[in-house]
């Protein structure tokens, strides 16, 4: 394994530093995030669409690199969570991202939740090109003030 430079761990739980408060502000990240929502439930093919456009923009037209994985499954996630924090729906968000090389053994994954399934929800992207696949899990659990 090659040493490359300290990176810091990506968690999803983390706001990109572009998205949070300024500092000094006496609302936490939360909070300022927290907005109206006249729209019941998650909707996951809004979700969907959004986290497909950032696949495609790290992905797209790439082959599959092992050296770079570590970096695109980071901007994946890093830029699926950012965009979906600024849709400003109550809610808070994981997500996660797997990529494989393409091969005859396939890729199997799978989750399950225990929450309310009238306001909290999932979504799953699947991925492909002709030599890797990629699926992001989008878990979204609303918040009740």
Request: charged share 20%; glycine share 6%; hydrophobic share 35%.
């Amino acid at each position: 394994m090659e040493a490359g430079p300290p990176r810091r761990p990506v968690c999803a739980c983390e706001f990109p530093r572009s998205l949070a408060p300024p500092p000094g502000t006496a609302k936490s990240t939360m909070e300022v995030y927290h907005r109206p929502c006249d729209e019941v439930g998650f909707n996951a093919e809004e979700a969907h669409n959004v986290v497909k456009e950032c696949i495609d923009a790290v992905l797209g037209g790439e082959d599959y690199n092992q050296n770079n994985i570590n970096q695109w499954t980071a901007s994946i996630v890093e830029q699926s969570l950012a965009h979906l924090v600024k849709m400003g729906k109550a809610y808070k968000y994981i997500v996660t991202c797997a990529v494989a090389q393409r091969s005859a053994y396939g890729f199997h994954t799978a989750s399950s939740c225990f929450w309310d399934t009238t306001s909290d929800g999932t979504c799953t992207v699947r991925w492909e090109n002709r030599t890797m696949n990629c699926i992001v899990n989008i878990f979204a659990i609303a918040i009740v003030l």
